[in-house]
């Protein structure tokens, strides 16, 4: 049996949890495969050439997907269910570029259970990339 993660009693304001992940070519090629999104910015060199990037970028939502890791597995955690997301995309996100991905605690309402997170995810430059907001449902644990 999998350990749930932590109940809305078990958090508070500001904790935070993050993760890095290094973006490479096999990110993009799963993740297009995954969504069906073959954009030519993240697939075709001499198109990407042409736009503002100057080169092939890294699909907004696999860098937004690193928040969802965190969340379902570490910070509430394994049975926590995602409510909503925001995300904006500040930066472009190339091959070989390190993320940092973080969420932390930002509102706890106990009443209706549920948990709202900052979301930030930073290149290796500590640019900020992504930012958003989630709204979870911690997993209820039974008392003892």
Request: charge should be neutral; charged fraction near 30%.
């Amino acid at each position: 049996m999998i350990q749930l993660g932590k109940s809305i009693k078990e958090l508070k304001i500001g904790d935070l949890v993050s993760h890095k992940k290094i973006i490479t070519e096999k990110d993009i090629e799963m993740f297009g495969e995954i969504t069906g999104d073959y954009n030519p910015a993240h697939f075709d060199e001499g198109y990407a050439q042409k736009t503002i990037f100057k080169k092939r970028i890294a699909h907004g939502m696999l860098i937004g997907s690193l928040f969802s890791k965190l969340l379902g597995m570490e910070l509430p955690g394994p049975g926590s269910i995602y409510i909503t997301q925001t995300l904006r995309f500040r930066r472009p996100v190339y091959f070989g570029d390190t993320i940092k991905a973080e969420v932390i605690v930002k509102e706890i309402d106990i009443e209706k259970n549920r948990v709202t997170f900052d979301c930030v995810a930073y290149n290796q430059n500590n640019e900020k990339v992504v930012i958003g907001e989630a709204q979870l449902m911690p997993p209820i644990k039974e008392e003892k």
